[in-house]
Protein backbone atom coordinates (compact mmCIF):
# COMPACT_ATOMS: atom_id res chain seq x y z
CA UNK A 1 0.00 0.00 0.00
CA UNK A 2 2.81 2.52 0.76
CA UNK A 3 4.46 1.57 -2.33
CA UNK A 4 1.23 2.23 -4.12
CA UNK A 5 0.90 5.40 -2.51
CA UNK A 6 4.17 6.75 -3.12
CA UNK A 7 3.64 6.13 -6.71
CA UNK A 8 0.21 7.96 -7.03
CA UNK A 9 1.43 10.90 -5.42
CA UNK A 10 4.71 11.04 -7.39
CA UNK A 11 2.94 10.15 -10.89
CA UNK A 12 0.55 13.28 -9.98
CA UNK A 13 3.39 15.73 -8.97
CA UNK A 14 5.39 14.85 -12.65
CA UNK A 15 1.88 15.28 -14.61
CA UNK A 16 1.69 18.74 -13.28
CA UNK A 17 5.03 19.41 -13.87
CA UNK A 18 5.19 18.65 -17.10
CA UNK A 19 1.78 20.11 -18.19
CA UNK A 20 2.69 23.69 -16.48
CA UNK A 21 5.81 23.87 -18.40
CA UNK A 22 4.22 22.76 -21.71
CA UNK A 23 7.22 19.90 -22.03
CA UNK A 24 5.61 16.50 -21.39
CA UNK A 25 6.39 14.59 -24.03
CA UNK A 26 10.30 15.78 -23.69
CA UNK A 27 10.63 14.69 -19.72
CA UNK A 28 12.62 11.73 -19.06
CA UNK A 29 14.89 10.00 -16.42
CA UNK A 30 17.69 11.83 -18.05
CA UNK A 31 16.69 15.24 -18.13
CA UNK A 32 14.27 15.12 -14.79
CA UNK A 33 15.71 14.23 -10.74
CA UNK A 34 12.33 12.51 -10.12
CA UNK A 35 11.93 10.78 -12.84
CA UNK A 36 15.61 9.70 -12.34
CA UNK A 37 14.66 8.54 -8.54
CA UNK A 38 11.44 6.75 -10.15
CA UNK A 39 13.17 4.55 -12.04
CA UNK A 40 15.72 4.05 -9.26
CA UNK A 41 13.04 2.72 -7.19
CA UNK A 42 10.23 1.07 -9.34
CA UNK A 43 12.27 -0.45 -12.68
CA UNK A 44 9.50 -1.63 -13.84
CA UNK A 45 8.03 1.01 -14.93
CA UNK A 46 10.66 1.31 -18.05
CA UNK A 47 7.96 -0.63 -19.98
CA UNK A 48 10.50 -1.01 -23.13
CA UNK A 49 13.60 -1.96 -21.24
CA UNK A 50 15.91 0.46 -22.33
CA UNK A 51 16.82 2.01 -19.45
CA UNK A 52 15.07 5.56 -19.63
CA UNK A 53 12.04 6.54 -18.29
CA UNK A 54 9.51 8.48 -19.92
CA UNK A 55 6.86 10.94 -18.23
CA UNK A 56 4.42 8.93 -20.49
CA UNK A 57 5.88 5.32 -18.76
CA UNK A 58 5.58 6.55 -15.27
CA UNK A 59 2.45 7.57 -15.73
CA UNK A 60 0.84 4.03 -17.40
CA UNK A 61 2.58 2.46 -14.79
CA UNK A 62 0.59 4.61 -12.10
CA UNK A 63 -2.62 3.17 -13.56
CA UNK A 64 -1.30 -0.18 -13.71
CA UNK A 65 -0.71 -0.66 -10.58
CA UNK A 66 -4.16 1.51 -9.36
CA UNK A 67 -5.97 -0.52 -11.69
CA UNK A 68 -4.27 -4.09 -10.17
CA UNK A 69 -5.20 -2.59 -6.23
CA UNK A 70 -8.67 -2.31 -7.78
CA UNK A 71 -8.98 -5.28 -8.67
CA UNK A 72 -7.55 -7.08 -5.36
CA UNK A 73 -10.11 -4.96 -3.80
CA UNK A 74 -9.52 -2.68 -1.13
CA UNK A 75 -10.37 -3.13 2.82
CA UNK A 76 -12.97 -0.98 4.18
CA UNK A 77 -12.31 2.20 5.48
CA UNK A 78 -10.81 2.45 9.16
CA UNK A 79 -13.02 3.36 11.68
CA UNK A 80 -12.57 5.64 14.92
CA UNK A 81 -11.94 3.81 18.31
CA UNK A 82 -14.63 4.92 20.46
CA UNK A 83 -18.01 7.12 19.56
CA UNK A 84 -21.39 5.34 18.85
CA UNK A 85 -21.91 4.46 14.83
CA UNK A 86 -25.19 5.18 13.70
CA UNK A 87 -26.06 4.64 9.71
CA UNK A 88 -26.62 7.63 8.78
CA UNK A 89 -27.28 6.11 4.68
CA UNK A 90 -27.72 3.32 2.33
CA UNK A 91 -26.15 3.06 -1.21
CA UNK A 92 -27.37 0.00 -2.55
CA UNK A 93 -25.40 -2.38 -0.04
CA UNK A 94 -23.52 0.13 0.82
CA UNK A 95 -23.89 1.28 4.53
CA UNK A 96 -22.14 5.07 5.53
CA UNK A 97 -21.44 5.15 9.18
CA UNK A 98 -20.85 8.40 11.21
CA UNK A 99 -19.37 8.03 14.20
CA UNK A 100 -20.39 10.42 17.57
CA UNK A 101 -18.33 11.03 20.28
CA UNK A 102 -19.89 13.11 23.28
CA UNK A 103 -18.83 14.65 26.82
CA UNK A 104 -18.35 12.54 29.93
CA UNK A 105 -21.60 12.46 31.15
CA UNK A 106 -23.30 13.90 28.20
CA UNK A 107 -27.51 13.96 28.24
CA UNK A 108 -29.81 14.41 25.61
CA UNK A 109 -30.97 17.88 27.16
CA UNK A 110 -27.73 19.28 27.08
CA UNK A 111 -28.19 21.28 24.05
CA UNK A 112 -24.55 21.56 23.26
CA UNK A 113 -22.87 22.44 20.00
CA UNK A 114 -21.42 20.01 17.71
CA UNK A 115 -18.88 19.19 14.61
CA UNK A 116 -18.78 17.33 11.96
CA UNK A 117 -15.81 16.20 10.43
CA UNK A 118 -14.50 14.89 7.04
CA UNK A 119 -12.03 13.44 5.89
CA UNK A 120 -8.80 14.13 3.86
CA UNK A 121 -7.85 11.76 1.01
CA UNK A 122 -8.59 13.71 -3.06
CA UNK A 123 -12.25 12.61 -2.39
CA UNK A 124 -10.55 8.68 -3.42
CA UNK A 125 -9.36 7.30 -0.50
CA UNK A 126 -9.29 8.16 3.56
CA UNK A 127 -11.10 7.26 6.48
CA UNK A 128 -13.21 8.73 9.07
CA UNK A 129 -10.36 7.40 12.21
CA UNK A 130 -8.47 10.46 10.51
CA UNK A 131 -10.54 12.86 13.01
CA UNK A 132 -10.47 10.22 15.98
CA UNK A 133 -8.23 12.57 18.24
CA UNK A 134 -9.56 15.70 17.35
CA UNK A 135 -13.61 14.29 18.38
CA UNK A 136 -12.03 12.93 21.44
CA UNK A 137 -9.67 16.06 22.11
CA UNK A 138 -13.49 18.45 21.52
CA UNK A 139 -15.85 15.91 23.50
CA UNK A 140 -13.75 16.52 26.08
CA UNK A 141 -13.91 19.95 25.75
CA UNK A 142 -17.78 19.85 26.12
CA UNK A 143 -18.82 19.54 22.42
CA UNK A 144 -20.22 16.27 20.66
CA UNK A 145 -17.68 15.78 17.68
CA UNK A 146 -18.62 13.64 15.12
CA UNK A 147 -16.61 12.05 12.26
CA UNK A 148 -18.31 11.37 8.74
CA UNK A 149 -17.82 8.21 6.41
CA UNK A 150 -18.46 8.76 2.91
CA UNK A 151 -17.84 7.25 -0.47
CA UNK A 152 -14.64 7.85 -2.52
CA UNK A 153 -13.49 6.62 -5.57
CA UNK A 154 -11.34 3.92 -4.51
CA UNK A 155 -13.77 1.76 -2.83
CA UNK A 156 -17.10 2.86 -4.38
CA UNK A 157 -15.95 4.46 -7.68
CA UNK A 158 -17.61 7.20 -6.68
CA UNK A 159 -17.39 11.12 -8.14
CA UNK A 160 -16.47 14.28 -6.52
CA UNK A 161 -20.45 15.03 -6.87
CA UNK A 162 -21.06 12.18 -5.25
CA UNK A 163 -18.96 12.90 -2.48
CA UNK A 164 -20.76 15.77 -1.52
CA UNK A 165 -24.10 14.54 -1.78
CA UNK A 166 -22.98 12.02 1.27
CA UNK A 167 -21.68 14.93 3.32
CA UNK A 168 -25.28 16.72 3.28
CA UNK A 169 -27.18 13.77 3.65
CA UNK A 170 -24.63 13.48 6.95
CA UNK A 171 -25.40 16.94 7.85
CA UNK A 172 -29.22 16.43 7.76
CA UNK A 173 -28.83 13.41 9.47
CA UNK A 174 -26.84 15.21 12.15
CA UNK A 175 -29.54 18.63 12.17
CA UNK A 176 -32.45 15.96 12.52
CA UNK A 177 -31.06 14.13 15.19
CA UNK A 178 -30.11 16.97 17.43
CA UNK A 179 -32.51 16.44 20.17
CA UNK A 180 -31.59 12.70 20.29
CA UNK A 181 -28.05 13.68 20.60
CA UNK A 182 -27.80 16.64 23.20
CA UNK A 183 -27.16 18.87 20.11
CA UNK A 184 -27.98 22.32 19.89
CA UNK A 185 -29.41 22.71 16.17
CA UNK A 186 -28.56 26.26 15.83
CA UNK A 187 -24.75 25.35 16.69
CA UNK A 188 -23.54 22.90 14.77
CA UNK A 189 -20.01 23.43 12.78
CA UNK A 190 -18.98 21.52 9.75
CA UNK A 191 -15.22 20.61 9.69
CA UNK A 192 -12.26 18.48 7.45
CA UNK A 193 -9.35 18.54 6.10
CA UNK A 194 -7.95 18.72 2.66
CA UNK A 195 -10.79 16.81 0.36
CA UNK A 196 -12.74 16.96 3.50
CA UNK A 197 -12.25 20.57 3.76
CA UNK A 198 -14.11 21.06 0.41
CA UNK A 199 -17.04 18.89 1.51
CA UNK A 200 -17.73 21.19 4.53
CA UNK A 201 -17.37 24.02 2.64
CA UNK A 202 -19.92 22.89 0.12
CA UNK A 203 -22.79 21.88 2.64
CA UNK A 204 -22.70 25.14 3.54
CA UNK A 205 -22.49 27.45 0.21
CA UNK A 206 -22.98 24.84 -2.95
CA UNK A 207 -27.15 24.06 -3.39
CA UNK A 208 -28.11 20.72 -5.42
CA UNK A 209 -25.97 17.54 -4.90
CA UNK A 210 -29.00 16.36 -3.07
CA UNK A 211 -29.62 12.81 -2.68
CA UNK A 212 -32.77 11.93 -3.97
CA UNK A 213 -33.68 10.17 -0.72
CA UNK A 214 -32.69 13.23 1.66
CA UNK A 215 -35.46 15.21 3.33
CA UNK A 216 -34.89 18.33 2.19
CA UNK A 217 -37.05 20.45 4.22
CA UNK A 218 -33.72 20.22 6.78
CA UNK A 219 -31.02 21.93 5.66
CA UNK A 220 -27.57 20.86 5.91
CA UNK A 221 -25.69 24.08 6.13
CA UNK A 222 -24.01 24.52 9.23
CA UNK A 223 -23.71 27.14 11.87
CA UNK A 224 -19.43 27.76 11.26
CA UNK A 225 -16.96 26.17 9.09
CA UNK A 226 -14.01 24.87 10.86
CA UNK A 227 -11.33 24.13 8.01
CA UNK A 228 -8.14 22.80 7.93
CA UNK A 229 -6.15 23.31 4.34
CA UNK A 230 -8.92 22.88 2.21
CA UNK A 231 -9.40 22.45 -1.14
CA UNK A 232 -11.64 25.33 -2.11
CA UNK A 233 -10.08 26.54 -6.15
CA UNK A 234 -11.08 23.80 -7.94
CA UNK A 235 -11.29 25.84 -10.91
CA UNK A 236 -9.43 28.80 -12.52
CA UNK A 237 -10.57 31.53 -11.79
CA UNK A 238 -10.25 35.63 -12.67
CA UNK A 239 -9.28 36.64 -9.14
CA UNK A 240 -6.11 33.50 -8.63
CA UNK A 241 -2.54 34.27 -9.64
CA UNK A 242 -2.32 33.52 -13.22
CA UNK A 243 0.43 30.34 -12.10
CA UNK A 244 -2.54 28.94 -9.57
CA UNK A 245 -4.96 28.99 -12.54
CA UNK A 246 -2.06 27.28 -14.97
CA UNK A 247 -1.88 24.60 -11.97
CA UNK A 248 -5.49 23.92 -12.35
CA UNK A 249 -5.81 23.64 -15.82
CA UNK A 250 -3.55 20.85 -15.78
CA UNK A 251 -5.66 19.32 -12.60
CA UNK A 252 -8.96 19.47 -14.79
CA UNK A 253 -7.05 17.79 -17.80
CA UNK A 254 -5.92 14.92 -14.86
CA UNK A 255 -9.39 14.89 -13.54
CA UNK A 256 -11.20 14.82 -17.44
CA UNK A 257 -8.74 11.31 -18.22
CA UNK A 258 -9.81 9.86 -14.90
CA UNK A 259 -13.60 10.78 -15.31
CA UNK A 260 -13.42 11.93 -11.42
CA UNK A 261 -16.47 14.33 -11.79
CA UNK A 262 -19.68 14.51 -14.07
CA UNK A 263 -20.45 18.16 -14.04
CA UNK A 264 -17.33 20.80 -15.07
CA UNK A 265 -15.80 21.26 -11.55
CA UNK A 266 -16.38 24.97 -10.89
CA UNK A 267 -20.05 23.46 -9.94
CA UNK A 268 -18.58 22.42 -7.41
CA UNK A 269 -15.60 24.68 -6.89
CA UNK A 270 -15.97 26.94 -3.21
CA UNK A 271 -14.19 29.66 -4.64
CA UNK A 272 -16.86 29.76 -7.13
CA UNK A 273 -19.58 30.82 -4.28
CA UNK A 274 -17.60 32.94 -1.86
CA UNK A 275 -19.70 36.14 -2.21
CA UNK A 276 -22.20 33.98 -1.25
CA UNK A 277 -23.82 35.19 2.60
CA UNK A 278 -22.34 32.03 4.75
CA UNK A 279 -21.32 31.21 8.59
CA UNK A 280 -17.83 32.58 10.13
CA UNK A 281 -15.50 30.44 8.76
CA UNK A 282 -11.94 29.74 10.33
CA UNK A 283 -9.25 28.11 8.06
CA UNK A 284 -5.93 26.96 9.16
CA UNK A 285 -3.22 26.16 6.80
CA UNK A 286 0.35 25.76 7.11
CA UNK A 287 2.33 28.50 5.32
CA UNK A 288 3.88 26.30 2.53
CA UNK A 289 0.75 24.64 1.71
CA UNK A 290 -0.27 25.11 -2.32
CA UNK A 291 -3.45 25.53 -0.97
CA UNK A 292 -3.41 28.61 0.53
CA UNK A 293 -3.65 30.84 -2.54
CA UNK A 294 -7.35 29.42 -3.16
CA UNK A 295 -8.08 30.15 0.30
CA UNK A 296 -6.91 33.53 0.18
CA UNK A 297 -8.77 35.03 -2.64
CA UNK A 298 -11.79 32.93 -1.25
CA UNK A 299 -11.12 35.18 1.88
CA UNK A 300 -10.87 38.21 0.97
CA UNK A 301 -13.67 38.07 -1.81
CA UNK A 302 -15.89 36.51 1.22
CA UNK A 303 -14.92 39.26 3.39
CA UNK A 304 -15.35 41.65 0.89
CA UNK A 305 -19.45 40.34 0.56
CA UNK A 306 -19.87 41.32 4.36
CA UNK A 307 -18.60 37.33 6.12
CA UNK A 308 -16.46 36.64 8.40
CA UNK A 309 -13.76 34.42 7.41
CA UNK A 310 -10.35 34.30 8.80
CA UNK A 311 -6.94 32.03 7.83
CA UNK A 312 -4.51 31.16 10.60
CA UNK A 313 -1.35 30.36 9.41
CA UNK A 314 1.59 27.40 11.02
CA UNK A 315 4.91 28.83 9.53
CA UNK A 316 6.80 26.38 7.52
CA UNK A 317 4.33 23.85 7.20
CA UNK A 318 2.76 22.00 4.53
CA UNK A 319 -0.46 20.54 3.23
CA UNK A 320 -2.33 18.10 5.75
CA UNK A 321 0.28 19.05 8.53
CA UNK A 322 -2.25 18.47 10.60
CA UNK A 323 -2.36 15.07 10.64
CA UNK A 324 0.86 14.65 12.28
CA UNK A 325 0.90 17.14 14.56
CA UNK A 326 2.40 14.63 17.53
CA UNK A 327 5.54 13.86 15.94
CA UNK A 328 5.87 17.40 14.94
CA UNK A 329 5.58 17.72 18.50
CA UNK A 330 7.78 14.71 19.29
CA UNK A 331 10.63 15.69 16.90
CA UNK A 332 10.48 18.98 18.30
CA UNK A 333 11.07 17.77 21.87
CA UNK A 334 13.71 15.59 20.79
CA UNK A 335 15.82 17.87 19.20
CA UNK A 336 15.08 20.81 21.97
CA UNK A 337 13.81 23.11 19.87
CA UNK A 338 11.38 24.44 22.54
CA UNK A 339 10.36 27.53 20.36
CA UNK A 340 9.18 25.18 17.92
CA UNK A 341 6.96 23.44 20.45
CA UNK A 342 5.44 25.95 22.39
CA UNK A 343 4.80 27.84 18.80
CA UNK A 344 2.92 24.45 17.46
CA UNK A 345 1.28 24.74 21.34
CA UNK A 346 0.12 27.61 20.90
CA UNK A 347 -1.15 28.00 17.70
CA UNK A 348 -3.05 24.18 18.51
CA UNK A 349 -4.59 25.94 21.86
CA UNK A 350 -5.47 28.99 20.28
CA UNK A 351 -7.53 27.53 17.36
CA UNK A 352 -8.94 25.16 19.93
CA UNK A 353 -10.53 27.95 22.13
CA UNK A 354 -12.00 29.44 18.28
CA UNK A 355 -13.21 26.45 17.65
CA UNK A 356 -15.11 25.59 21.27
CA UNK A 357 -16.08 29.52 22.21
CA UNK A 358 -16.59 30.93 18.60
CA UNK A 359 -20.07 29.91 17.95
Known amino acids: ?71 RGLKPARAPEGGQRHIYKRVGDVELPLYVFKPSGHKTSAKTPAIVFFFGGGWKSGSPAQYEQQCKDLSKRGMV ?50 AGGHLAACVSIIDGFDSKADNLKISPKPNAMVLFNPALARAPHERLPAEANTILRALLREDGTRERTRAPAVKSSPLQYAAMKQPPCIMLYGTEDRLLVGAETYRDISVEAGNHCKIITYEGQGHVFFNFADSILKSATEKKEEGIQSALDAKRSQSWRLITSGF
Open 145 to 194: AITVEYRVGSRHKAKIEDCVEDAKTAMRWVCGHAADLGIDPNRIASSGGS
Open 1 to 71: MKVLCATLAFGLVLFLQAQARGDESRLTSENNDRLETALERFPAADANRDGVLTLAEAKAFKEEKAGQQDR
